[in-house]
Nanobody
Framework: QVQLVESGGGLVQAGGSLRLSCAASGRTFSSLHMGWFRQAPGKEREFVGT????????LYADSVKARFTISRDNAQNTVYLQMNSLKPEDTAVYYC?????????????????WGQGTQVTVSS
């Protein structure tokens, strides 16, 4: 069983930055592909990006490309989401997810493990 705990959410003005962290435990972190998703009120959970277990391949949703950066520190069992140039439409609960599958999924159904989420609110 994998436990994921997100932190770093909060309230920020448009144009600002936040860095989310997700600490993993329960399994060797370097065996996990990691993903970030978000869900705004009344909307479905949305793919933000993924990072392979080695950190070698990172994918982003078009809506966050060039503004968000995903990284991981396998020694610290942590994955990060650096969010720059934030917009009001980035307001959502952000979730960290993990999978042991060989192929990195890009949908929420592909991930077995989820954190509790952290709220990000961007004011205009």
């Amino acid at each position: 069983q994998v436990q994921l705990v997100e932190s770093g959410g909060g309230l920020v003005q448009a144009g600002g930055s936040l860095r989310l962290s997700c600490a993993a435990s329960g399994r060797t972190f370097s065996s996990l592909h990691m993903g970030w998703f978000r869900q705004a009120p009344g909307k479905e959970r949305e793919f933000v990006g993924t990072i392979r277990r080695s950190g070698g391949t990172i994918l982003y949703a078009d809506s966050v490309k060039a503004r968000f950066t995903i990284s991981r520190d396998n020694a610290q069992n942590t994955v990060y989401l650096q969010m720059n140039s934030l917009k009001p439409e980035d307001t959502a609960v952000y979730y960290c997810a993990a999978t042991t599958k060989v192929v990195v999924p890009t949908t929420s159904r592909g991930f077995e493990y989820w954190g509790q989420g952290t709220q990000v609110t961007v004011s205009s």
